[in-house]
């Protein structure tokens, strides 16, 4: 990478501090195959694995990955009676967002499934110390965010009984068919944007979802992002967006940032 700063200055920019409580937690992480990664409900992306060098694992299980921090960032030319007319925000060393729900996290087969490598890294411990206790925690919030899955926000489902509405006793959350899926949804109205812009005034939802099926997709994470502009309370009502510019940005580290392959 070409890094005009230090990993240790860019811990120091976070201005989130992970939260991996179990009741209804405000960070968590996709780990159903063997790529993992954490991520909070207001799409920032905070590096917890090897004390500090990766957002997740790569291999799941082992004390390293492929991947510092990573995050939506957007800009534009914004028309809307203020100023300025370029703005840019989103989430990458730190985040200019605001959570709108909080963090769901689905498996469809949390009931009858081996939990003890979800608990491992979910609380960050090595597999043979994870307690029984700790497995009916993350077993109890799966079955939360399984009851009050927010289809009403935009969550997908599989909607086994046709009738257009999300039912927990009979419908699945999630993607349908993955074997994992994550819902936050957000918006740009924090007063103190990742690039000291004004709000924009977006709200953005991301799905991330994965599978356990094939080599290929066992080593694949999808992120699926749905943007909508709904303007600030001193927007015009003819207000626009020119030359929106969204990119999935990420900082790579195979190695670390000394010797960094990537």
Known sequence: ???????????NTDKRNLNNLT?????????????????DDQGFHNWVVGGGSWNG?????????AIFSEGIVWGGKVTDGQSPEVRVNGNTYSSGTS?????????????????????ADFFKVDVADVTVEEIQQIQEQYAVDWNEWPADEGAL???????????????????PDAAQTI???????????LYDSPPIGLEISETYWAYTISEALNNTIFKKIDMV???TAASNPNSTI???????WSDPDVGNSTDDFA
């Open 1 to 11: 990478s070409n890094e005009m700063f230090s990993k240790g200055t860019k811990k």
């Open 23 to 39: 009741a209804n937690p405000q960070s968590s992480v996709m780990s159903i195959n063997n790529i993992t990664s954490w991520v």
């Open 57 to 65: 694992a790569f291999p799941n299980g082992a004390n390293l990955g």
């Open 99 to 119: 959570a709108i729900t909080r963090l769901f996290r689905v498996r469809p087969d949390y009931l009858t499934a081996d939990l003890t490598q979800d608990a």
């Open 157 to 175: 489902f599989k909607d086994v009984d046709s009738d257009g509405s999300y039912n927990p006793s009979i419908d699945i959350p999630g993607i």
């Open 183 to 193: 819902f936050i949804k957000y918006d740009d109205s924090r007063s103190n944007s």
């Open 229 to 231: 502009y709904k303007g």
């Open 242 to 248: 020119d030359s929106l510019y969204i990119v999935q």
